[in-house]
């Protein structure tokens, strides 16, 4: 049983890593190279599409969770029919960029799909609001998380955690649930990302690209949402654990929308990439925010759920204040020409 368990998590890991090596070498023939520009964080003509490594092996792993039951799980199928859906645009916009609207379309046909199959067709008005919430929410997911996805390792390592945060979380409080497909497949997926990163660790020989990027965001939302159906974990569970890309990416987005500038098109001034070249390279800042996920939000995340759920939301804020804090003091959307007044005024 434990070996067969170990060989479950192992293939996905082999399988990502061997297809992202792939791609890496096949990267120019594929049209799948990501030459530098004034907006990058990288200087060098470098390999993209490596989440495609990623996407085959949580495709494969879906699939055999799927057979692997007595009968199969509509719910499974419908989950990977639209995750396919998901990479298959984000590999198209690899290859030869799509259209903002279009991309957006297929995101809320994604993450529509999703919500009708896990909630069904909202019956009264306040049903309609939570679900348009929902549905918000997911598609601003799957965005952010693609827009945080511009440094090494960054988008990889904080994949890796939340899966496997998640499923801890659930191992502790539920441990019948460690046999269920749901949480096999979050350990496959965290494999699989694992398999990605020993290409993608700075110095990066690959990039992740929208296809593994808005691939294991969608995914993380089926957890989510799958898990907190199930009883096992919360919504503000999820929200901390999420607390390091969210809080960045919103804060990045509202400065950028206040100060009138396109807020979708791809810029440099993330909190995160100005730490980058604050501190000089990606492994540093990678460094930190592992810290932060590691030794703030797991265990408020922990928390949360075992020792104080009836100060949840409370534990949101505790969990996101000083985040917020430190993007905006790190320059979080802030013109450049703004930042160069405000030293020289020192």
Do not use: K
Not at 273 to 290: C, D, K, T, V
Request: aromatic letters at 12%; a neutral charge.
């Amino acid at each position: 049983m434990i070996i067969s368990r170990l060989l479950f998590v192992l293939v996905p890991l082999a399988v990502s890593w061997a297809v992202t090596a792939w791609v890496c070498s096949q990267a120019e023939q594929l049209r799948l190279v990501d030459a530098p520009n004034h907006r990058s964080s990288h200087v060098l003509p470098t390999p993209s599409g490596g989440g495609l490594g990623i996407v085959l092996a949580g495709l494969l792993s879906g699939g055999w969770l799927v057979l692997e039951q007595a009968s199969m799980d509509v719910r499974l199928c419908v989950v990977i029919a639209l995750s396919l859906l998901i990479a298959v645009v984000g590999l198209w916009d690899d290859v030869r960029p799509l259209p903002a609207t279009v991309r957006f379309g297929v995101q809320v046909v994604g993450c529509g799909g999703l919500l009708l199959e896990l909630f069904g067709v909202p019956s009264a008005s306040g049903s309609w609001f939570f679900s348009a919430l929902l549905l918000l929410a997911g598609v601003w997911w799957v965005n952010l998380f693609n827009f945080m996805d511009g440094v090494d390792g960054l988008a990889g390592q904080q994949a890796v955690f939340m899966l496997v945060a998640a499923a801890v979380l659930v191992a502790g409080g539920h441990p019948e649930a460690m046999s269920h497909p749901v949480v096999s497949w979050m350990f496959c997926l965290a494999a699989a990302t694992l398999g990605f990163l020993f290409l993608n660790w700075p110095p990066a020989r690959i990039f992740m690209g929208d296809v593994g990027s808005t691939y294991l965001a969608f995914m993380i939302v089926f957890f989510s949402l799958a898990t907190v159906l199930a009883g096992w974990l919360s919504y503000p569970v999820w929200l901390i654990l999420a607390a390091v890309f969210v809080t960045d990416a919103t804060v990045t987005l509202v400065r950028r929308m206040a100060q009138g500038e396109r807020w979708h098109e791809a810029h440099r001034t993330h909190a995160y990439q100005r730490l980058a070249r604050r501190f000089g390279g990606h492994r540093p800042l990678i460094f930190l925010a592992a810290g932060i996920n590691i030794f703030w939000l797991a265990p408020l995340a922990w928390g949360c759920l075992f020792f104080c759920p009836e100060w949840a939301w409370g534990l949101v804020v505790l969990a996101y204040a000083p985040l917020a804090l430190g993007v905006v003091f790190a320059g979080a959307g802030r013109r450049e020409q703004e930042i160069r007044n405000a030293r020289e005024a020192l």
